[in-house]
């Protein structure tokens, strides 16, 4: 299978952060979501795959084109939104449509009135008197009506009310029936994430700490809650993430879970009570709090 | 070198269309100032002259600040940048939208006083300072227009455009102390005297300069960020 | 002139207005042939004749008043149809290839052949007018001073691509609105304002106006065209706008008349003077203006059926426009010595101009690439 994307030993350096030694692919037709805190270097490695900013190293291939180089040829077939991206205020929405079109000969003209009208957008408006909802479904019209092969959202869902949240996530839903169709997006909302994705990328502090399909990272996760009084001896051990203690009550986040870790954590005198899975949520919180390995 | 002409033109477009209201109201004042030089009374010349100069300094200022500042400000400039364009369409686009926005009115306004003054019983050696001034506005919107491209910081952008344009003032008073530039304006032939075409000269070649290396500058780099 | 080019001719195209703009031509030669035997004009016409004749004054003052509005109206008009049909950028596309360039490759070809023809007729007419004597002695003169450029009598297509500018400009600030507001007013509201509008652009020049020649925009005549231009605009699509005016249409031509008379007086008292009188401004404010919309008027009713000659002057009205006075001058001067009667030597100079210029737009225009610049 082709990939939609690929990097390699991607680093690029601002004087107050830096990414470090990225190696992330996507294959064509997935949805991966890009999960991690405020600066951990989503729009970073967004603009990257987009061609705006150049690598200090490390390479960058889109949709089969060398980036930054091929750029404008790779700008072509992504749709690029960005939480940081406004459109013009004097202007409506037909205006930026106008513009759109006339740049992408594959514009979508029925799919744009059909968004049109699901977004409940007034077209002739100056966007100036738009919520912020309504200009982030706005971006996402112009984005989606183009008909990308690669579509790179960072932060979509970011601000928006649950109602317009709601309206977006179920047409990015709906766009990503289409199996031709890449997706990269990265979100602080791991429910948005964990709705979408097919496999999942955790950058923290400009490096890619986790890359998994969603089903094997959710499953390398567990929480285990224990009895007895041997919570300092395992406090060390790499496979957890976290050791807490109240009492004769432990609980544990484990971050590699093995069929074989019940018995050890008897061994080393804890009685398991009960392990379940844990949300991504948990597991992003967790990994934040506990340095990032995840 | 490899343009993308069709979204480079449509850049330029966008551009126009952003800024085409206020253009409209600077051609108009400009228009109204011409008419006002028209008049051929010293009230009116006087109006009309400092009219031109207020137009033409405004027209460039905002010319800049639309396309470039505001742009940026706005983070509109994140949507244009994700279209298919290269740092160097964009910078074509952004340099040739600002000639046609700044250099239509420019020349028109120019080609006007030079009218007025050739038309008009004032003595024809003025045509010198009138174009040493026009020089000089173009040398401070090019070097504004420079800076709005390569600096992003608002108050140096700002510094840049009041600072370059209000020194047409120190520039005139300096012109004044120059014999053979202050002699000849009093006749009513034009004679360009040695200093006088050298400041011109320099002033076009600044021009020049500052502008192709700023496409140069902007053309070499692989990305935007 | 200019207007509208025939590859843009809508199919349900306004013959009156064709035709109006065929007559005001014609009306345009006659009066430039004519001003050379106006006592009016006398001292300030090169081709002045010695002989002259007060009936000229009292017969092509009028029609003039009434040509140069009618001619920027109907331009207005064919402006606002081109706007309507091709937007903004094809109106500015289709303005530069028909006014723009003919203007720049006409201006100098105009001014050079009508200087050299009065440079001759300086040196070489003996029976000279006041003008040519004074050309005379300033050619004689050891370094005769330059003079500013001007745009002779091509002043009329440098006010048409001011007026599109203005338009332009007033469209994009969303002030167009204003004009919708004013037309729906009615045509009797219109012509009662439109005097009124005129007056104080009347005031601002000589009486009878001169020809805004300068480069720099002469406010009078922009206060005193630019009216009839955005009446033309504001006409389009509705000319049946005027037709409460019917009623008012002999007792507006008879008003007209009866001003007129009072304006010649005025003349015949106090000739052409370099500022004018508010009494004779607001008689010439009142004449353009209803004598406009009067011409206008008759022109809808009168001339409304095709009429092959009248298309065909109208056709070459523009390059008629562009060729006719230096043709003109050419022939004027070399007749100032020859002893005819000046009716003669007038009807020879019309016909003869008017035929050259038939002739070369049949065989320089008409069916030549020049047809799209100025056919």
Known sequence: ?294 | MNLNRPVIRLLILKDWQLFEKQLAAYVLAGLGALTLLGLARPWAFYLGSLALIVVVVAAACFAISNSLLVERKEQTLAFVMSLPVSPLDFTISKLLGNLLTFGVPFCVLLLGTLVVILSTPLPDGLVILATLLFGHILLAYSVSLAVAMQVESEGWNTFAMIGSMVLVNPFLMALGQIESIQGPIRQDAIAWSLPAALILGAQLLVSVVVLVHTAWWHGRKAAFY | MPGVSPDAVPADRIHALDHLRALAMLAGVLFHAALAYSPLLAPVWPPADRQTWWGVDALIWLPHLVRMPLFFLIAGYFTASLLERRGMGGLARQRARRILLPFLVAWPLVDGSLALATEWAASAVTQSSPMLRLIRDWLALPDPPGLPPRTGHLWFLYYLLLFGVVLWAVRALGWGGGLARLMARGPQAVAGLLPLVLWPGFMATGSPHPAPESLLPEAWALAVFGPFYALGLGLHGRLDWLTPLRPWLKPAAALCLGLYAVLLDHWTTDATVARTAWATALLEALIAAWGTLLALALGLRWLARPSPLLRYLSASAYWTYLVHLPLLFALQYPMMDLGWPWPLKFATAVSATTALCLLSYELLVRRTPLQRFVG
């Open chain 1, 1 to 294: 299978m082709t990939a939609a994307f690929a990097v390699s030993g991607l680093c690029k350096r601002y004087p107050e952060f830096a990414l470090q030694d990225v190696d992330l692919s996507l294959p064509e037709g997935q949805v991966m979501g890009l999960v991690g805190v405020n600066g951990a270097g989503k729009t970073t490695l967004l603009r990257l795959l987009t061609g705006l900013a150049a690598p200090d190293a490390g390479s960058i291939e889109v949709l089969g084109h060398r980036l930054p180089e091929a750029q404008v040829a790779a700008k072509r077939d992504i749709g690029f939104a960005s939480e940081d991206m406004r459109l013009y205020r004097g202007r409506s929405l037909d205006w930026h449509i106008e513009l759109v079109r006339r740049i992408y000969p594959a514009w979508d003209h029925a799919y744009a009135s059909e968004l049109i009208r699901r977004f409940d957008l007034r077209p002739a408006q100056p966007l100036g008197g738009y919520s912020h909802g309504q200009r982030v479904k706005a971006l996402l019209l112009l984005c989606l009506s183009r008909r990308p092969r690669l579509l790179l959202l960072d932060e979509p869902t970011t601000g928006l009310d649950p109602v317009a949240r709601a309206e977006v996530l179920e047409t990015l839903a709906d766009v990503l029936r289409d199996e031709g169709r890449s997706v990269l997006f990265s979100s602080h909302n791991t429910h948005d994430v964990e709705r979408l994705a097919d496999s999942i990328a955790f950058l923290h502090q400009g490096r890619l700490v986790a890359h998994a399909d969603k089903e094997r990272f959710l499953d390398n996760w567990r929480r285990v809650l224990c009895l007895g009084g041997g919570a300092a001896e395992v406090s060390g051990w790499p496979e957890l993430a976290q050791v807490r203690a109240a009492g004769s009550q432990v609980e544990i986040k484990v971050r590699a879970w093995s069929e074989d870790l019940p018995q050890r954590l008897s061994a080393a005198g804890l009685s398991v009570q009960r392990v379940d899975p844990m949300a991504l949520e948990d597991i992003f919180v967790t990994a934040v709090r506990t340095g990032g390995a995840a």
